[in-house]
């Protein structure tokens, strides 16, 4: 008896722990934080600037700058108190250290000019990024150990653990995090990222979508993709990342839609801090974590380079970019172009559009350029014998900000624009003694009001696979200065991109097959100085023709149309046809340039180029053939469109 007392309250002590322990099995308080078993992991994933004079003049012909491409590898280090509770759409703690980038070396694209020159910026792309969704499998391994799941629960789905044991233990997925804890060098784990990172673009994401966003991350990217460099160090961003959350609609706690995060993604490029940017998600039980993997462009960049032409000589045009300029994301964009002739230049200021204040965005411009005339072209030239030049001096105050889905741009700008010979003589008259300039003394100037407007419906605006991207602008001219001239300018521009599967090639990292279309229109209504015609043909209108070969008129129209085609993981192909016409406006142009040139108002052209994706953006060779059976090559960046 006196043994059986022990005995029953040992049998008893032990059955009450024995409850508390299987009750500790299913209670979500007694179970492991994430914190705790998250402590001192690294998860990693993988996704994959200022224009200049250049690229400007190239734009001239077909409104705003539409065209922009890189896939990337992101990794952050995360660190959590054991006792700090995991919550729902809470912010995680990241470990980051600022890293101050001052590039003022390496390779870098130089946008504007489209020159390849001394490195600082651009894409293992063009032109961008990929939004990115990945499924991940379910993993059988983690399923069977309840402590673990446990551990990886939100709060609301461990709230759910007694009622369905089955659906979330089998939907448990080997998540980033896991995986990277697995990898025990940065090869692997780079490799480990690449397989996660995903190909898949945001709108193909439909299972993805209306489901819980738990948290939203911001990793970065170095410019080869890579998350972890080969001593295993995570990679770190120079922006803070509450700035860049600052400037995202998608919040933890929302549901997860596409729509909203294309607009993200085109917030974040007219910041104009980023070459490339990818989205992914994650899946944590059965809400999702959305990654905004981005790939900083360098805090401020240097190129400088040399020229030879028949107009200036021996030209060095020097380019340097500070986007540190100011508060962020302000950014100042400096070229200079000394000649034995002159020199020019291209100064800019850039305050964008920053969401998390609705600050409104600016712009201020000054520029002088030179160039000889595409309007005064072929065998008429000066009494002299000089060919034409358009020497343009002015500037411009832009304001942007967004207008429900569209983007709003209203401009002042200033233009002077005078003919003059070899030696910056004014030139009046051509040698057939037709007026160069509208108000016939050589110089015109322009005061106009701008007004534009961009409907953006691209999948990802830094490297577009599937979608369309409209803009409508309209220039009124305010009659002041030399010519009095009143006119307003009308342009449309519209593509789109139709994503292909005809070559089968799935390979997440190999360029997009597509079809793309360009189709632009324009007109001027009042009064039209020569020099401000539309100029048909040329790298980014009609190839197979030089610029302003096919004509010069009042009003015009331009339809462009490619297939594009991965050859291999860095290389594509591309099959074109381009056609253009003045729509019989020519001779409605003062002095008809284009009539006693002998040009045809009309114009088409077939061929083929090659895209190369390097660490200095992406490289376009192309060959076009025109319908008057004339051979062109045409080495640039980026895509034509």
Same mark, same amino acid.
């Given at each position: 008896m006196s043994m059986r007392i022990p005995i029953i309250a040992f049998l008893t002590l032990a059955? @009450?722990?024995?409850?508390?322990?299987?009750?500790?099995?299913?209670?979500?308080?007694?179970?492991?934080?994430?914190?705790?078993?998250?402590?001192?992991?690294?998860?990693? &994933?993988?996704?994959?600037?200022?224009?200049?004079?250049?690229?400007?003049?190239?734009?001239?012909?077909?409104? &705003?700058? %539409?065209?922009?491409?890189?896939?990337?590898?992101?990794?952050?280090?995360?660190?959590?108190?054991?006792?700090?509770?995991?919550?729902?759409?809470?912010?995680?703690?990241?470990?980051?250290?600022? @890293?101050?980038?001052?590039? %003022?070396?390496?390779?870098?694209?130089?946008?504007?000019?489209?020159?390849l020159s001394v490195p600082v910026l651009n894409s293992h792309q063009s032109d961008e990024v990929n939004p990115t969704v990945q499924d991940l499998p379910a993993s059988d391994e983690l399923a069977a150990s309840g402590e673990l799941r446990a551990a990886q629960l939100s709060p609301r789905e461990s709230l759910s653990?007694?009622?369905?044991?089955?659906?979330?233990?089998?939907? *448990?997925?080997?998540?980033?995090?896991?995986?990277?804890?697995?990898?025990?060098?940065?090869?692997?784990?780079?490799?480990?990222?690449?397989? *996660?990172?995903?190909?898949?673009?945001i709108s193909q994401a439909g299972n993805a979508e209306g489901v819980y966003v738990a948290e939203v991350k911001i990793r970065f990217v170095n410019s080869r993709g890579e998350a972890v460099d080969k001593k295993g160090n995570p990679v770190e961003g120079r922006i803070s990342e509450d700035f860049i959350r600052g400037e995202l609609k998608l919040k933890a706690g929302d549901n997860y839609s596409r729509e909203v995060v294309r607009s993200d993604l085109q917030q974040l490029q007219q910041l104009g801090l980023f070459d490339k940017v990818t989205v992914s998600i994650e899946e944590v039980g059965t809400d999702v974590n959305v990654i905004y993997n981005v790939q900083e462009r360098s805090a401020r960049s240097f190129s400088v380079s040399a020229t030879l032409s028949d107009d200036v000589g021996v030209a060095v045009p020097l380019s340097y970019t500070d986007r540190t300029f100011g508060r962020n994301p302000q950014r100042l964009a400096v070229e200079l172009e000394p000649s034995l002739r002159g020199i020019q230049y291209d100064v800019e200021f850039v305050s964008p559009y920053v969401a998390a204040e609705d600050r409104l965005g600016y712009s201020v411009r000054a520029f002088g350029d030179r160039r000889i005339s595409e309007i005064f072209n072929k065998d008429i030239d000066l009494p002299?014998?000089?060919?034409?030049?358009?020497?343009?001096?002015?500037?411009?105050?832009?304001?942007?900000?967004?207008?429900?889905?569209?983007?709003?741009?209203l401009g002042l700008n200033y233009?002077?624009?005078?003919?003059?010979?070899?030696n910056l003589n004014i030139a009046r008259r051509d040698e057939l003694g037709n007026p160069l300039t509208f108000s016939g003394s050589g110089v015109d100037e322009l005061y106009t009001v701008s007004?534009?407007?961009? *409907?953006?419906r691209r999948d990802n605006p830094f490297d577009p696979t599937r979608g369309s991207i409209l803009s409508l602008s309209t220039e009124q001219s305010i009659p002041l200065g030399r010519g009095n001239i009143v006119s307003n300018r009308l342009l449309a521009n519209y593509?789109?991109?139709?994503?292909?599967?005809? *070559?089968?090639?799935?390979?997440?990292?190999?360029?997009?097959?597509? @079809? !793309?279309?360009?189709?632009? !229109?324009?007109?001027?209504?009042?009064?039209?100085?020569?020099?401000?015609?539309?100029?048909?043909?040329?790298r980014n209108s009609v190839r197979g023709y030089d610029s302003g070969d096919i004509g010069s008129g009042r009003s015009y129209f331009l339809a462009s149309g490619e297939y594009r085609f991965p050859v291999g993981r860095d290389v594509g192909g591309v099959i074109f046809v381009d056609f253009a016409s003045d729509l019989g406006t020519g001779d409605s142009v003062l002095g008809k340039p284009a009539v006693v040139r002998d040009k045809p108002g009309t114009g088409a052209g077939v061929g083929v180029g090659v895209r190369v994706r390097s660490r200095f953006?992406?490289?376009?060779? /192309?060959?076009?053939?025109?319908?008057?059976? /004339?051979?062109?090559?045409?080495?640039?960046?980026?895509?034509?469109f």
């Amino acid at each position: 008896m006196s043994m059986r007392i022990p005995i029953i309250a040992f049998l008893t002590l032990a059955a @009450l722990a024995g409850g508390e322990l299987a009750a500790r099995a299913i209670d979500p308080s007694a179970a492991p934080t994430e914190a705790e078993f998250r402590e001192g992991t690294a998860e990693i &994933d993988t996704r994959d600037a200022c224009p200049t004079r250049a690229q400007r003049q190239e734009d001239e012909v077909i409104g &705003d700058n %539409l065209t922009s491409n890189r896939p990337s590898l992101l990794f952050v280090a995360k660190s959590r108190s054991p006792l700090t509770p995991l919550n729902k759409g809470g912010t995680r703690n990241m470990l980051k250290v600022p @890293l101050i980038k001052g590039d %003022l070396g390496g390779s870098r694209l130089d946008d504007k000019r489209h020159l390849l020159s001394v490195p600082v910026l651009n894409s293992h792309q063009s032109d961008e990024v990929n939004p990115t969704v990945q499924d991940l499998p379910a993993s059988d391994e983690l399923a069977a150990s309840g402590e673990l799941r446990a551990a990886q629960l939100s709060p609301r789905e461990s709230l759910s653990l007694k009622s369905s044991h089955n659906k979330d233990f089998t939907s *448990l997925l080997k998540t980033p995090a896991t995986l990277a804890a697995q990898a025990e060098i940065p090869e692997a784990a780079n490799s480990n990222a690449r397989q *996660l990172g995903g190909d898949l673009q945001i709108s193909q994401a439909g299972n993805a979508e209306g489901v819980y966003v738990a948290e939203v991350k911001i990793r970065f990217v170095n410019s080869r993709g890579e998350a972890v460099d080969k001593k295993g160090n995570p990679v770190e961003g120079r922006i803070s990342e509450d700035f860049i959350r600052g400037e995202l609609k998608l919040k933890a706690g929302d549901n997860y839609s596409r729509e909203v995060v294309r607009s993200d993604l085109q917030q974040l490029q007219q910041l104009g801090l980023f070459d490339k940017v990818t989205v992914s998600i994650e899946e944590v039980g059965t809400d999702v974590n959305v990654i905004y993997n981005v790939q900083e462009r360098s805090a401020r960049s240097f190129s400088v380079s040399a020229t030879l032409s028949d107009d200036v000589g021996v030209a060095v045009p020097l380019s340097y970019t500070d986007r540190t300029f100011g508060r962020n994301p302000q950014r100042l964009a400096v070229e200079l172009e000394p000649s034995l002739r002159g020199i020019q230049y291209d100064v800019e200021f850039v305050s964008p559009y920053v969401a998390a204040e609705d600050r409104l965005g600016y712009s201020v411009r000054a520029f002088g350029d030179r160039r000889i005339s595409e309007i005064f072209n072929k065998d008429i030239d000066l009494p002299n014998g000089n060919r034409v030049r358009e020497i343009r001096v002015g500037g411009n105050l832009r304001f942007t900000r967004p207008l429900g889905d569209w983007r709003g741009t209203l401009g002042l700008n200033y233009t002077n624009i005078s003919t003059r010979d070899r030696n910056l003589n004014i030139a009046r008259r051509d040698e057939l003694g037709n007026p160069l300039t509208f108000s016939g003394s050589g110089v015109d100037e322009l005061y106009t009001v701008s007004f534009g407007a961009m *409907l953006d419906r691209r999948d990802n605006p830094f490297d577009p696979t599937r979608g369309s991207i409209l803009s409508l602008s309209t220039e009124q001219s305010i009659p002041l200065g030399r010519g009095n001239i009143v006119s307003n300018r009308l342009l449309a521009n519209y593509i789109h991109y139709v994503p292909l599967t005809l *070559l089968g090639i799935s390979e997440s990292e190999a360029l997009p097959e597509m @079809l !793309a279309f360009n189709l632009q !229109a324009g007109t001027v209504i009042g009064d039209l100085p020569p020099t401000e015609a539309f100029r048909l043909g040329g790298r980014n209108s009609v190839r197979g023709y030089d610029s302003g070969d096919i004509g010069s008129g009042r009003s015009y129209f331009l339809a462009s149309g490619e297939y594009r085609f991965p050859v291999g993981r860095d290389v594509g192909g591309v099959i074109f046809v381009d056609f253009a016409s003045d729509l019989g406006t020519g001779d409605s142009v003062l002095g008809k340039p284009a009539v006693v040139r002998d040009k045809p108002g009309t114009g088409a052209g077939v061929g083929v180029g090659v895209r190369v994706r390097s660490r200095f953006g992406l490289i376009r060779l /192309d060959v076009g053939v025109s319908d008057a059976g /004339d051979l062109k090559f045409i080495l640039g960046t980026k895509q034509r469109f």
